[in-house]
């Protein structure tokens, strides 16, 4: 275990080594500069390409980062949960990043962003002849992470009908083709990440309960950056230098603004937010005029008016849909954030409802 080297509290059971008071006051002189490092000392936990997106001074973060540094070394099965936008590709990097599997492949797949007939073939791979148009073998996420790591991001969207194969791929280490009769032994660790609520899922039954406990055995909740608005000094910097902007100071009054917001999309929001106030800094000084804030859009509350008395769920799960597309005005990609799913999820009860 290292220790910080300022007052300044610092994650515990995570190697942050702050800068005194007078270095790290983003205050100072009514503005902090984009460029100001959030130094983090070297550990044999997290390599220096993860160590700058890893640093807090948030309390809501302590037991992440203690969960983080005890499981990376591991090949134990990690679920990230949280909202949209609050890192979780972030952590999956870092749990990577900082495991004996380093260098090898890091390979991502978004069950909700592959189209319920693809995930089968793209997630297990196929043979060659395994279905019309398929001319030639094909490696899927689970062959193609040998040696390294599998994310499966959104691991909420996983079908229903698939959930039992990738069970068996966690108690087996094997996958077999889709054509295929011969399983392949795979040596790769599984991390996966999730803005759903898997246990209501499952008790609704649109998730198996032998995965969900399966994957819940090692669960990291990020908090959303609403409980954590101390890190905005930290992260407001690293963000600007990301964005090539790293050379723009902040004033005092921006951080104060930033503070009173709630950030319902999170650091992804945050980003997107400084990324358009720099195309409006003429000097070197970020300042609240130029801030273009998007507030949360009122239409979405008028789902909450919805009579349910003596109606099915599935009758009010149609309702739902059906509002929310016309509040969206057809647009199903809004319509699908709005009601906290997958798009490839919306487009699939729309077939069922004949919506």
């Known amino acids: 275990m290292l220790t910080s080297t300022s007052h300044i509290r ?11 008071a007078a270095d790290s006051d983003p205050m100072e002189d009514q503005t902090a500069r984009g460029d100001r490092p959030d130094r983090v000392t070297p550990s044999v936990s997290f390599p220096a390409v993860a160590r700058p997106r890893l ?3 948030s309390r809501a973060m302590d037991e992440v980062f203690t969960m983080v540094e005890r499981l990376a070394p591991t090949d134990v099965t990690v679920t990230l949960t949280g ?3 609050t890192g979780k590709d972030v952590f999956a990097h870092a749990l990577h990043d900082a495991s004996p599997r380093a260098g090898r492949p890091f390979v991502v797949f978004d069950c909700g962003a592959v189209p319920p007939t693809l995930v ?5 791979g196929h043979e060659r002849g395994a279905f019309t148009g398929a001319h030639t073998e094909h490696l899927g996420a689970f062959e193609r992470a040998q040696g390294g790591t599998l994310f499966l991001d959104e691991i909420g969207e996983l079908p229903l009908e698939l959930q039992p194969r990738l069970l068996r791929v966690l108690d087996n280490r094997s996958v077999r083709r889709v054509g295929g009769s011969k399983d392949r032994l795979v040596d790769i660790r599984i991390l996966a990440a999730t803005n759903r609520d898997l246990a209501a899922l499952t008790a609704t039954k649109h998730f198996r309960s032998d995965l969900y406990f399966r994957l819940a055995a090692a669960t990291v909740h990020l908090p959303p950056l609403r409980e954590r608005l101390d890190d ?3 992260l407001v910097p690293r963000l600007l230098r990301d964005l090539g902007r790293g050379d723009l100071l902040v004033s005092q009054e921006t951080f104060a603004v930033l503070r009173d917001h709630d950030w319902p999309g999170n650091v992804r929001e945050l980003k997107n937010t400084l990324a358009c106030a720099s195309a409006f800094v003429d000097g ?3 300042d609240p005029r130029h801030l273009r804030i998007t507030r949360a859009p ?5 789902l909450d008016g ?9 009758s009010i799960e149609r309702s739902a849909i059906r509002q929310t597309v016309q509040l969206a005005g057809g647009n199903k990609v809004h319509a699908a954030r709005a009601l906290g799913i997958a798009p490839s999820t919306l487009y699939e009860k729309i077939k069922r409802y004949g919506l």
């Open 10 to 20: 610092s994650p515990s059971s995570v190697d942050l080594d702050l800068p005194s």
């Open 55 to 57: 640093s807090s001074v």
């Open 83 to 85: 909202e949209t936008g």
């Open 120 to 124: 089968e073939s793209e997630l297990f």
């Open 232 to 234: 905005l000094p930290l």
């Open 284 to 286: 070197c000084i970020l």
């Open 298 to 302: 009122a239409q979405a509350s008028r």
């Open 306 to 314: 919805l009579p349910l008395g003596g109606h099915s769920l599935e």
